[in-house]
């Protein structure tokens, strides 16, 4: 009877033990699989940490590469329009001093005696015409605006979007200069000088109507 108690008692011993090795082999082969799993996470976050940034770095360029196009798309089309500009302003340079300095003016009370030839020599019209960058740099400076894109265009009516008549285009550029000319000649020549300016040569408000 001892005996066969001892051998009872030998195999829960021996019971005991199988089951804690069974626990503790579990529970390495759960820490095995908790590491396994952290690795794969990491080396998933990894990945996917690698394509984000390969996404990102190919977005930046896309982005870089369509700012730098559209840069020399601007400078291209300020050049040409600058080109434009300052063609424009030496026609209307040119035709305003054939105005004051033609004879049949001269012989003509509107002039004589009104305008003196040095005078006409030393007028300047202030007109400057930025380039692309240098617009860009004053809109930003400036704060209260952002540049979207440039682009040319030509007079057209509010109204109906026809072009503007030479008549309409003529007033717009006596609103502009007008102040400017009778400050520098006086306020008495100007509807005479734009009457005549116009009449000189209205080819020139019929085409001049390139703006930013």
Same mark, same amino acid.
């Given at each position: ?5 001892? %051998? ?11 089951e804690q ?10 820490e095995?699989?908790? %590491?396994?799993d952290?690795?794969?996470m990491?080396?998933?976050a +990894? ?12 977005m ?9 196009q559209? +840069? ?7 050049e ?5 500009l ?5 026609q ?18 509107f ?5 003196s030839e ?12 930025t380039?692309?960058?240098e617009m860009?740099e ?16 030509t ?15 003529m007033?717009?550029?006596r609103?502009?200069?007008s102040?400017?000319i009778? %400050?520098?000649?006086?306020?008495e020549i100007?509807?005479?000088l734009?009457?005549r300016f116009y009449k ?10 390139v703006?930013?």
């Open positions: 009877m001892r005996a066969r108690q001892l %051998k009872y008692e030998a195999l829960l011993v021996k019971r005991s033990d199988m090795t069974m626990r503790e082999h579990l529970q390495m082969m759960e095995q699989q908790r %590491k396994k952290e690795e794969l990491q080396m998933m +990894e990945q996917q940490w690698k394509k984000d940034e390969e996404h990102r770095k190919m930046e360029e896309q982005q870089r590469s369509l700012v730098e559209q +840069e020399r798309r601007m400078q291209l089309m300020a040409q329009m600058r080109e434009q300052v063609e424009q302003i030496r209307l340079q040119s035709l305003f001093r054939e105005c004051i300095e033609s004879e049949n003016q001269k012989a003509s009370s002039v004589l005696g009104l305008i040095a005078e006409v020599d030393s007028f300047n019209l202030p007109i400057y015409a380039w692309a960058r860009t004053l809109v930003a400076k400036d704060g209260h605006f952002s540049n979207e894109r440039m682009g040319m265009t007079h057209q009516s509010i109204m109906d979007g026809r072009p503007m008549s030479g008549q309409l285009s007033m717009q550029l609103a502009s200069l102040d400017i009778s %400050k520098y000649f006086g306020a100007i509807d005479e734009f009457h000189k040569n209205p080819r020139v408000f019929r085409s001049a109507g703006h930013v």
